[in-house]
């Protein structure tokens, strides 16, 4: 392998290891430890509110970077209310490949939410403000 295409390889590898959000930043990162799946259902453990979006995405999808903006618009605006949070599908240290193949995510960004009982469903709205601002005061 030439050397470009290795530092290509080594910056394409470093990006997928980026999370794009995080507690830090008012957006708590789940991995698969946070889920338990059964009967080919997947819900979040330990929920305590059951009222929240969660943005499964990759690192390298500029339209998931665009769509970050948004969300960290929500969180701060729903704070303590409802709570946004996300899964790095790239993230296999943590093995969110396979979370992400147990919720079905087929491109990214896609949102589900999570039920009252902690299942997570998909959402079927328009990602945009209007339409998640709709979802989530219908959730209140």
Known sequence: ????????????????????YGSEKGIP???????????NELFVKGFPENKGLIVFY???????????NLMFDLAY?????????AVNCENIDKENDKLC???????????????????????????DPD???FFINSQL
Request: hydrophobic share 30%; with cysteine; glycine share 2%.
């Open 1 to 20: 392998m030439s050397k470009k295409n290795n530092n290509e390889k080594k910056n394409y590898e470093n990006n997928n290891e980026k999370n794009i």
């Open 131 to 133: 339409s998640l601002i």
């Open 29 to 39: 990162e789940l991995v698969l430890s946070d889920f338990i799946y059964k009967k």
């Open 58 to 68: 990759a690192p390298w999808c500029s339209h998931c970077i665009k769509l970050s």
């Open 77 to 85: 605006s729903y704070m303590n209310v409802f709570t946004i949070y």
């Open 101 to 127: 193949y147990y919720a079905e995510i087929e491109k990214y960004p896609t949102i589900k939410y999570i039920t009252p009982d902690g299942m997570i469903k998909e959402y079927t709205n328009h990602i």
